[in-house]
């Protein structure tokens, strides 16, 4: 079997025989399928930054936001004690371990016929699926935990009146005196496509922001897309304190972790009797909102 990784001129003369090889290493799959599949890929990972372990099937979260004293600084004259003060009591939410997962299947036909074709599909059939489904998990919960809201300044049909709007977000975040600062902004998909130009617009003339690939780092903001239709209005956040994602480790023997905080694993599993392999995938998480009020979705930004 050739060495892995295969290099290019390698690949051109790859066999059928080395290709059913590698689909029996579980090793050697979960390393190919880390080069496809990276944690930048999963939004959620992103926006929801904590990270729990899941133990018995479920994990409590406080989800107390109180993080103030219930006393204030005061003066302490020289020699005095600093007075005491109690922290608030922490309320716990639980969750239960979600586990997504799917396989699919490469006959030895396929491979015998198209070599490398049918593996490089399947491995982006669950890269594919498994992205938008745990991005689909994650908004859906930033969405429906966060409440707070504020009204537009205007249309969004100016780079100054998105940028005034966002200040007054912020300003608004930090009135409520609880530690938040938004730092990330996520519109939705046709917004984005046409607020971006328009903060472009607003910056320096040398500013090389619009030759990035990246998503932009606007006035102090990350601005993102939802490219699934989860939210309808922009909404911004902390997400340093919104919350995180739970995992949970099942020990299968069969699978591998691909690693990269993906929270991903992957099996290989032969099937001598039916002459093909099946590769089967999972992701044990479930995305947990601790803050909700360190979001906030601004309303009437675009002209009915």
């Known amino acids: 079997m050739q060495t892995y990784p295969l290099t290019p001129s390698q690949l051109a003369d790859v066999s059928a025989a080395d290709l059913v090889a590698f689909l029996k290493s579980p090793t050697l799959i979960a390393r190919r399928f880390a080069e496809i599949l990276q944690a930048q890929?999963?939004?959620?990972?992103?926006?929801?930054?904590?990270?729990?372990?899941?133990t018995g099937g479920a994990i409590g979260v406080p989800i107390n936001e109180v993080i103030r004293a219930q006393r204030g600084a005061e003066i302490v004259n020289p020699g005095a004690e600093y007075k005491l003060t109690p922290m608030s009591a922490e309320e716990y939410e639980f969750y239960s371990a979600m586990k997504e997962g799917l396989a699919t299947e490469v006959t030895d036909e396929?491979?015998?016929?198209?070599?490398?074709?049918?593996?490089?599909?399947?491995?982006?059939?669950?890269?594919?699926?498994?992205?938008?489904?745990?991005?689909?998990?994650?908004?859906?919960?930033?969405?429906?935990?966060?409440?707070?809201?504020?009204?537009?300044?205007?249309?969004?049909?100016?780079?100054?009146?998105?940028?005034?709007?966002?200040?007054?977000?912020?300003?608004?975040?930090?009135?409520?005196?609880?530690?938040?600062?938004?730092?990330?902004?996520?519109?939705?998909?046709?917004?984005?496509?046409?607020?971006?130009?328009?903060?472009?617009?607003?910056?320096?003339?040398?500013?090389?922001?619009?030759?990035?690939?990246?998503?932009?780092?606007?006035?102090?903001?990350?601005?993102?897309?939802?490219?699934?239709?989860?939210?309808?209005?922009?909404?911004?956040?902390?997400?340093?304190?919104?919350?995180?994602?739970?995992?949970?480790?099942?020990?299968?023997?069969?699978?591998?972790?691909?690693?990269?905080?993906?929270?991903?694993?992957?099996?290989t599993i032969r099937e001598p009797k039916a002459d093909k392999t099946r590769l089967q995938a999972r992701n044990v998480h479930v995305p947990i909102v601790t803050n909700p009020l360190a979001g906030f979705y601004l309303t009437g930004t675009e002209a009915p």
């Not at 890929?41 to 899941?54: D, K």
């Not at 707070?148 to 005196?177: C, E, H, I, M």
């Open 110 to 267: 396929q491979v015998g016929r198209l070599l490398r074709q049918p593996i490089d599909d399947a491995f982006t059939f669950l890269q594919t699926e498994l992205v938008f489904s745990a991005n689909d998990a994650a908004l859906g919960a930033i969405a429906s935990s966060i409440t707070n809201t504020v009204a537009a300044g205007g249309f969004w049909t100016t780079g100054k009146q998105v940028y005034k709007d966002a200040l007054r977000v912020k300003a608004r975040v930090r009135k409520q005196k609880l530690g938040y600062d938004v730092d990330t902004v996520i519109l939705p998909g046709e917004l984005y496509a046409e607020v971006i130009p328009e903060l472009m617009e607003i910056l320096p003339k040398d500013s090389s922001q619009a030759l990035t690939d990246g998503f932009p780092s606007i006035g102090g903001l990350t601005w993102l897309p939802d490219d699934g239709d989860d939210i309808e209005d922009p909404l911004f956040l902390d997400r340093r304190r919104l919350g995180g994602i739970a995992r949970e480790q099942i020990p299968s023997p069969e699978y591998r972790a691909i690693g990269g905080d993906t929270g991903v694993e992957i099996a």
């Open 41 to 54: 890929q999963f939004l959620g990972l992103f926006l929801l930054q904590g990270r729990y372990t899941i």
